[in-house]
């Protein structure tokens, strides 16, 4: 008899997550983690449009049947690929004496984990994070700030802030790294510059070379980490 296929409620990105795991002895000897190291190898060799759950299966050297009694979408390949490549980021296991440096340390370790699988930036932009990696690095990010003296929404406002500037900065960096940056930055500033009346500001600004990211990344970070302290700063003291 060929195992039941997983169960596809709720139908939402993330879904994977909130079902019951099927039982060990009906999985065919497959796991979790050998289908999410598969699905991040074939996302890093093919990008998500080449990604299916028959050619995974193919791949992993099992039938169809096998894979989909533990996945029930494609979907569900996406979201433990992305839970795997959050489990890259390395993490201290006892708390700093600072907030900042606990902060700082998982803003630039994420973006490392994501820069290794380019595909990872864009896709954690469109997908909840409900994975068991990416929820512990998320805890540990609302614990350090809530050392800080966060709480309420200000601590949910700043956690999204850490998480998103370097997601959507990976995003864009991928997208921009290619053999012609050199030349579609070029191209750009000498556009910017040709409409420097409409875009002064922008006109202006020095035509930033290749490479350029990980020293904007990392002033960025710098930003936003002295933007929580000066709110955290008594009145008078910032």
């Known amino acids: 008899m060929s195992p039941k296929k997983a169960d596809t409620a709720p139908p939402m990105p993330g879904a994977v997550w909130l079902r019951d795991r099927p039982p060990r002895r009906r999985s065919g000897g497959l796991t979790r983690t ?22 995974l299966a193919g791949t992993l050297g099992v039938h169809a049947t096998s894979l989909y009694w533990h996945v029930a979408t494609r979907d569900d390949l996406l979201d433990l690929a992305l839970d795997a490549v ?29 820069l290794r699988h380019p ?7 469109s997908r909840p994070l409900l994975g068991p990696e990416a929820l512990a690095r998320s805890e540990f990010v609302h614990a ?19 998480s998103n ?13 290619h053999d ?5 930055r070029a191209a750009m500033h000498e556009h910017l510059r040709r409409h420097a009346d409409r875009y002064p500001t922008l ?36």
């Not at 991040?40 to 050619?55: E, I, K, M």
């Not at 500037?165 to 790294?177: H, P």
């Open 203 to 238: 006109a202006a600004l020095p035509a930033n070379p290749p490479g350029i990211w990980t020293d904007q990344f990392s002033l960025a970070v710098e930003m936003l980490l002295a933007g929580i302290r000066h709110r955290l700063a008594p009145a008078g003291e910032s």
């Open 144 to 162: 350090a700030l809530t050392r800080a003296g966060l709480a309420g929404p200000e601590l949910t406002a700043a956690a999204a802030a850490v």
């Open 119 to 125: 595909w990872s930036g864009a896709l954690a932009t």
């Open 86 to 114: 959050f489990g890259e980021l390395a993490l201290p296991g006892v708390p700093s004496t600072t907030w900042d440096d606990e902060v700082r340390l998982y803003m630039h370790e994420l973006r490392g984990a994501l």
């Open 34 to 55: 050998a289908i999410a190291e598969a699905t991040v190898a074939a996302l890093d060799r093919d990008g998500p449009a080449g990604l299916s759950l028959r050619g």
């Open 165 to 177: 500037l370097v997601i959507s900065s990976v995003a864009a960096e991928a997208a921009w790294r």
């Open 180 to 184: 012609g940056e050199a030349a579609a």
